[in-house]
């Protein structure tokens, strides 16, 4: 089947637009973790720092959700 | 509050930061801002060569950032090898402030290993000294925009360029404004990036030209990441290996119990249900492992891509933006460079215990 290349670009930029919907997921983990780490800091002020670094690694779990949907989205725009 | 006008007066480097601000915005007014060329490949900088082991050959732009984070690196190895020759010296300078990051890593490998600090700790700071020269090689100025120029072919979208004297040329603004008051839907086409879909009204941008950049951050390239990730994985490997002997791969390959169930006289459905599901855990652990180097390296290269295409996006569209979006991934740089070295540092340290320690293991497998 023959698609006028036009809908083609614009069906592309279309499903970059929705590959990043996957993003909601990461941010509302990052919260959580941040809600966690917060909370838990206020209820033991000594252990920041161990907490903080179990933080960040949560965090960068759940950030690397979203960096796939970024690596999909970037794919579509420049690569496909 | 008590002293509010002292603190103003003083400082004369404050006052040159002003400065290089109301320039930034003068210059960016008159050279405005372009985006320059986004491709995902590393640009290649010499021609392809062919090699006798390695095969095709070429030196790319992100090779080059590497190169340069390498000689820093050793530079200042030296350095503090030098600071570090007097005994009972205090370390200053460039020796200090390796110092107070050795320090911070070490206790942080010491209070997560534990006895295994020793061994794990040079892999990890290699791998985050190196990650974080390289990301921060981006905030740099002239780097991603100084380098060659080459003309694009037709139908691609180029800039109009003008001679600056001996072999320099910059981006000349003069005719992409004529441009786009002469034409409407050349501003459409400009926001499009790359993709050139209205070849016919495009014919001031036809013979355009654009730069392949001396140095690109190498984090922005797959194969940096990539191989990052596997050198970091074999580490993990290698240190089970070195902690529990061969038994180490009996977590991927779990066939003990599978063995020992047909020596049994009387074998009972449970019996002959668990050794299978040690299998597939095993099976389970062995994939783990893979997706551990994908999520590895499509971490660093998603931040970092998308970290320069969002200082291309903000540079381009924004005349001052872009500075905070500077410090924005100066933060990112070291974040990453950090979760890259705290990861490898706390799988090794789940490779390091014994496997029947249970599954202790679990909450860091839920990536």
Same mark, same amino acid.
């Given at each position: 089947?023959?698609?006028?290349?036009?809908?083609?670009?614009?069906?592309?930029?279309?499903a970059a637009?929705i590959a990043m919907?996957?993003?909601i997921?990461?941010?509302?983990?990052?919260?959580?973790?941040?809600?966690g780490?917060?909370?838990?800091?206020?209820?033991?002020?000594?252990?920041?720092?161990?907490?903080?670094i179990?933080?960040?690694?949560?965090?960068?779990?759940?950030?690397?959700?979203?960096?796939y949907a970024l690596?999909?989205?970037?794919?579509?725009?420049?690569?496909? | 509050?008590?002293?509010?006008?002292?603190?103003f007066h003083?400082?004369?480097?404050?006052?040159?930061i002003?400065?290089?601000?109301?320039l930034?915005?003068?210059?960016?007014g008159?050279?405005?801002?372009?985006s320059?060329?986004?491709?995902?490949?590393?640009e290649t900088?010499?021609?392809?060569?062919e090699?006798?082991?390695?095969?095709?050959?070429a030196?790319?732009?992100?090779?080059? &950032?590497?190169f340069?984070?390498d000689i820093?690196?050793?530079?200042?190895a030296?350095?503090v090898?030098r600071?570090?020759r007097?005994?009972?010296?205090?370390?200053?300078?460039v020796?200090?402030?390796?110092e107070?990051i050795?320090?911070?890593l070490?206790?942080l490998?010491?209070t997560?290993?534990?006895?295994?600090?020793?061994?794990?700790?040079?892999v990890?700071?290699?791998?985050?000294?190196?990650?974080?020269m390289?990301?921060?090689?981006k905030?740099?100025?002239?780097v991603?925009s100084v380098?060659w120029?080459h003309?694009?072919?037709?139908?691609?979208?180029?800039?109009?360029?003008?001679?600056?004297?001996f072999?320099?040329?910059?981006?000349?603004?003069?005719?992409e404004?004529?441009?786009d008051n002469?034409?409407?839907?050349?501003?459409?086409e400009?926001? &499009?990036?790359?993709?050139?879909l209205?070849?016919?009204?495009d014919?001031?941008?036809?013979?355009?030209y654009?730069?392949?950049?001396?140095?690109r951050?190498? &984090?922005?390239?797959?194969?940096?990441?990539?191989?990052?990730?596997v050198?970091a994985?074999l580490?993990?490997?290698?240190i089970?290996?070195?902690?529990?002997?061969?038994?180490?791969f009996?977590?991927?390959?779990?066939?003990?119990?599978?063995?020992k169930?047909?020596t049994?006289?009387?074998?009972?459905?449970?019996?002959m249900?668990?050794?299978?599901i040690d299998?597939?855990v095993?099976?389970?652990?062995?994939?783990?492992?893979?997706?551990?180097?994908? &999520?590895?390296a499509?971490?660093l290269l998603?931040?970092?891509?998308a970290?320069?295409?969002?200082?291309?996006?903000?540079?381009s569209?924004?005349?001052?933006?872009q500075?905070?979006?500077?410090?924005?991934?100066?933060?990112?740089?070291?974040?990453?460079?950090?979760?890259?070295?705290?990861l490898?540092?706390?799988f090794m340290?789940?490779?390091?215990h014994?496997?029947s320690?249970?599954?202790?293991?679990?909450?860091?497998?839920?990536?």
């Amino acid at each position: 089947m023959e698609f006028n290349e036009f809908f083609v670009e614009g069906m592309k930029l279309l499903a970059a637009g929705i590959a990043m919907i996957g993003t909601i997921g990461a941010g509302l983990g990052i919260g959580l973790a941040g809600m966690g780490a917060v909370q838990g800091i206020a209820r033991n002020p000594d252990a920041a720092g161990a907490i903080q670094i179990n933080m960040i690694l949560a965090a960068a779990f759940a950030e690397a959700v979203a960096i796939y949907a970024l690596v999909v989205a970037l794919m579509m725009v420049f690569v496909a | 509050m008590t002293k509010p006008r002292k603190s103003f007066h003083l400082g004369f480097k404050r006052w040159i930061i002003v400065a290089v601000i109301v320039l930034e915005i003068i210059v960016a007014g008159i050279y405005k801002p372009i985006s320059p060329h986004v491709q995902l490949a590393p640009e290649t900088l010499t021609p392809v060569v062919e090699l006798p082991i390695i095969g095709n050959f070429a030196l790319t732009n992100t090779m080059v &950032s590497v190169f340069i984070a390498d000689i820093i690196l050793i530079l200042a190895a030296i350095a503090v090898f030098r600071a570090y020759r007097k005994p009972g010296s205090i370390p200053k300078g460039v020796a200090g402030v390796f110092e107070m990051i050795i320090e911070a890593l070490y206790n942080l490998a010491q209070t997560t290993a534990g006895k295994w600090a020793k061994k794990i700790f040079p892999v990890m700071a290699t791998i985050f000294l190196l990650v974080l020269m390289v990301n921060l090689m981006k905030l740099i100025p002239g780097v991603e925009s100084v380098g060659w120029l080459h003309e694009v072919p037709e139908g691609q979208h180029g800039y109009p360029v003008q001679s600056l004297g001996f072999m320099a040329y910059i981006y000349d603004p003069g005719e992409e404004q004529s441009a786009d008051n002469g034409q409407v839907d050349v501003t459409h086409e400009k926001r &499009s990036g790359e993709a050139n879909l209205a070849e016919g009204g495009d014919d001031e941008h036809g013979g355009g030209y654009n730069i392949i950049p001396f140095v690109r951050p190498a &984090s922005t390239d797959l194969s940096f990441t990539l191989s990052l990730a596997v050198i970091a994985i074999l580490g993990v490997q290698i240190i089970g290996v070195r902690a529990g002997g061969l038994g180490y791969f009996t977590k991927f390959f779990n066939f003990g119990n599978f063995l020992k169930m047909w020596t049994k006289k009387k074998i009972g459905a449970f019996d002959m249900i668990m050794p299978l599901i040690d299998i597939f855990v095993g099976m389970l652990e062995l994939m783990a492992e893979v997706a551990r180097i994908i &999520s590895f390296a499509f971490r660093l290269l998603g931040v970092m891509f998308a970290g320069a295409i969002l200082l291309f996006l903000m540079g381009s569209l924004f005349l001052v933006l872009q500075s905070g979006f500077l410090a924005l991934e100066l933060f990112f740089g070291v974040i990453q460079a950090f979760v890259f070295a705290m990861l490898t540092l706390v799988f090794m340290t789940m490779a390091t215990h014994s496997h029947s320690g249970g599954h202790d293991e679990e909450h860091a497998e839920a990536h």
